[in-house]
């Protein structure tokens, strides 16, 4: 198990969702429902699945939360 704070990937991926909430408000309110919400969505679950993978017990299952956080970085 790793502990995810001390992970550079985790500290990288919560930087970037601060990056996207940043960002976000420089779009219209018009994308409230579209793009907006999407750009939330996907930021905010690349940490998570960092986080959550970080407390799998095996590597592979780790690798499998860490693939996932990769497909959200390419929905972002």
Request: hydrophobic share 35%.
């Amino acid at each position: 198990m790793h502990n995810f704070k001390n992970l550079k990937i985790w500290q990288k991926a919560l930087d970037l969702t601060g990056t996207a909430l940043y960002y976000i408000e420089e779009l219209p309110m018009s994308e409230r429902f579209n793009l907006i919400d999407q750009i939330n969505r996907s930021s905010c679950s690349i940490p998570s699945n960092i986080a959550e993978g970080s407390g799998k017990r095996t590597t592979n299952h780790f690798s499998e939360f860490l693939t996932t956080a990769l497909t959200s970085s390419y929905e972002l």
